[in-house]
């Protein structure tokens, strides 16, 4: 087992991993930009150490400054949470010729996993379904040719990210050089990579994804499935599991597809593969090779803390058990609580923090790096908390839920709390009738 794991990350993210560290008996090293001096994570680390000024570039972005403070401190292992470097496979290929183990995913299925195009032609070599589309497109008769196959409407993608950088829908003929140019351009500011490609855009699909967990010897569990479809620019918002829209037999298919997918890439790690489910079908996306925000879920159905599980995967532990042996307790809900105001158009909220009052109580866990009197600054992602509720049923979480919110108050800043009440209260989403268009709607209604 590890000695000592350095956390690149800050946050409620960078909090977890050196509380799982601390549970194994690990020590654990910070690291923080000069925006970020005297923040929890830095409290809570055994070590921490000053890398940079605010700008993310210039600090948790910068790979010679992370890999610094790995050397002084003497780490054995990085855990690089979710965002900044998590799924950057150069940073894995340092890590890797530095002999600083990377917690996560190889170099190579790195790299394969973040081209989507080709992580799509892995999988559907292995009979699992991907949304029709087309291959890179360079030039705009590759694209008129893609489009003639293909069809209207059509979602531009690009193939080197994620987070909804790149991502275009195209309804007709009319917007489709306009919006081709301009994922390109947003592919290659955000990636360095302008290469995009189209699939078939499905509006009332809802977005699934799988927790998979895989060891070094070739064993593949699956934590069940997540519904993500309560999103607003492919940023999701609210997610829960199971999904209140698969049956049994759609869901047993669904999680097999995603083991497959997962050992089509060689996968190693916590990943997740990701779904996009239209009707009685469902289509691969991508698979996102990292811890993601909305983890906790599956987490309290399981019973397991996946942060540590991550953890004793990269030091060469076997999983330990088999799929047979996972038993799925119970329906969770996570609401993600940001700085932003929901009727400034989702404009950052920053502020200091004054702590009113917060969630707690039985099947209620919040997850976070607040404190009372904490700066939210512009620099960073405007994620506050995420709030986690665990209950029997569905309608015994959603119950757990409004209640919970109803505590979270803070002043100070704007949040998203109120937004999360609304939905989680509303008539469609306790049916379980919603999409992936379901927020854009409701935000469009007067």
Same mark, same amino acid.
């Given at each position: 087992?590890f ?7 800050r ?10 560290a601390h ?11 000069e ?8 409290r809570?680390a055994d070590?921490?150490?000053c890398?940079?000024p ?10 010679a400054?992370v890999m ?10 990085i855990?690089?949470?979710y ?7 150069h940073?894995?290929?340092?890590c890797?010729a530095?002999?600083?183990i ?6 190579e299925?790195m790299?394969?996993?973040g @081209?989507?195009l ?8 292995v009979g699992?379904?991907?949304v029709?589309?087309s ?5 705009e008769? @590759?694209l008129?040719k893609?489009?003639?196959?293909v069809?209207?409407p ?19 003929e009319?917007?489709?050089l306009e ?10 500011a ?5 290469t ?12 699934v994804?799988?927790?998979i ?14 519904e ?8 999701k918002?609210?997610?829960e599991?199971?999904s209140?829209a698969?049956s049994?037999e759609m ?12 050992k ?6 916590a990943?997740?593969v ?8 469902f289509?691969?996306?991508?698979i996102?090779?990292r811890i993601?925000?909305e ?10 803390n996946?942060?540590k599980?991550?953890?004793r ?11 047979r @042996? ?8 996570e609401c993600r ?7 400034r158009n989702?404009?950052?909220s920053?502020?200091?923090?004054r ?8 099947g209620?866990r ?5 404190? @009372?009197?904490l ?9 506050l908390?995420?709030l986690?509720v ?5 309608e ?7 209640n919970a919110?109803?505590r979270f108050e ?8 109120d937004?999360?009440l ?6 469609e989403?306790?049916a379980?009738?919603?999409?992936t268009?379901f927020l854009e ?6």
């Open positions: 087992m000695k000592k794991i350095l956390v690149a990350n946050g409620e993210i960078a909090v977890r991993v050196i509380e799982a549970e194994l008996g690990i020590s654990t090293v910070a690291i923080f930009s925006a970020d001096r005297g923040a929890l994570h830095t809570l070590e921490a150490y890398i940079g605010a700008p993310a570039r210039q600090s948790y972005l910068k790979i400054a610094s403070a790995a050397e002084v401190s003497r780490a054995d292992a855990h690089p949470g965002g900044f470097l998590a799924e950057d496979p940073f894995v290929e340092v890797e530095s002999k600083i990377f917690i996560g995913p190889r170099y299925t790299v394969q996993a @081209d989507k080709r992580a799509k032609l892995a999988v559907r070599a699992v379904p991907v029709p589309g291959e890179a497109l360079k030039t008769d @590759d008129k893609a489009v003639a196959q069809g209207y059509l979602l531009f993608k690009a193939s080197a990210g994620g987070g909804g950088r790149g991502m275009r829908i195209v309804l007709d009319s917007e489709l919006k081709f140019r301009a994922a390109q351009r947003e592919a290659e955000a990636f360095g990579d302008s995009v490609y189209i699939e078939k855009y499905l509006p009332s699909a809802r977005h994804e799988v927790q967990l895989a060891d070094q010897y070739g064993r593949i569990v699956h934590w069940g499935e997540r993500c479809s309560i999103q607003r620019r492919y940023q918002l609210i997610e599991s199971p209140p698969l049994d869901r047993g298919a669904l999680c097999d597809a995603a083991v497959r997918a997962a089509a890439l060689g996968y190693q790690n990943g997740t990701e779904f996009l489910v239209s009707g009685d079908e289509y691969f996306i991508e996102n090779a993601q925000v983890h906790p879920i599956s987490e309290v159905r399981v019973g397991k996946l942060i599980e991550q953890i995967l990269a030091a060469g532990e076997r999983l330990g058990y088999s799929q @042996d996972i038993k799925f307790q119970g329906h969770a809900i609580l940001n700085a932003e105001d929901p009727a989702f404009a950052p920053p502020g200091t923090v702590i009113k009052s917060l969630p707690g109580g039985h209620v919040l997850d976070t790096a607040l404190y @009372d009197g700066p939210m600054t512009p620099y960073y992602d405007s994620l908390a995420k986690i665990h209950g029997q049923t569905r015994e979480a959603i119950l757990k839920m409004i919110l109803k803070l002043e100070g800043i704007v949040t998203t709390r937004l999360c609304e939905i989680v209260s509303s008539s989403f306790m379980g009738e919603f999409d268009q709607r409701r935000l469009r209604e007067p």
